[in-house]
């Protein structure tokens, strides 16, 4: 398996514990995992990432937070 290539988001603040990084491999499948723990994969579809994303963006995890 090729060595993934990861991105860090641009909402990084630049601090090594406070970077989410993402990588797409084989077959198209999206990487996920936070650089203070980078043996920490999880493997999703971009679909299940935009799902993901749209709910976390209209409050649906909102709750949690409390």
């Not at 493997?43 to 990432?49: D, Q």
């Amino acid at each position: 398996m090729p060595e993934l290539v990861w991105q860090k988001s641009s909402f990084s603040t630049g601090g090594q514990g406070e970077c989410v990084e993402i990588a797409t491999g084989a077959a198209g499948l999206v990487h996920l995992r936070e650089s203070d723990d980078p043996q920490v994969v999880i493997t999703t579809t971009p679909a299940a990432l935009r799902a993901l994303l749209r709910a976390t963006k209209a409050g649906a995890f909102d709750h949690l937070a409390r």
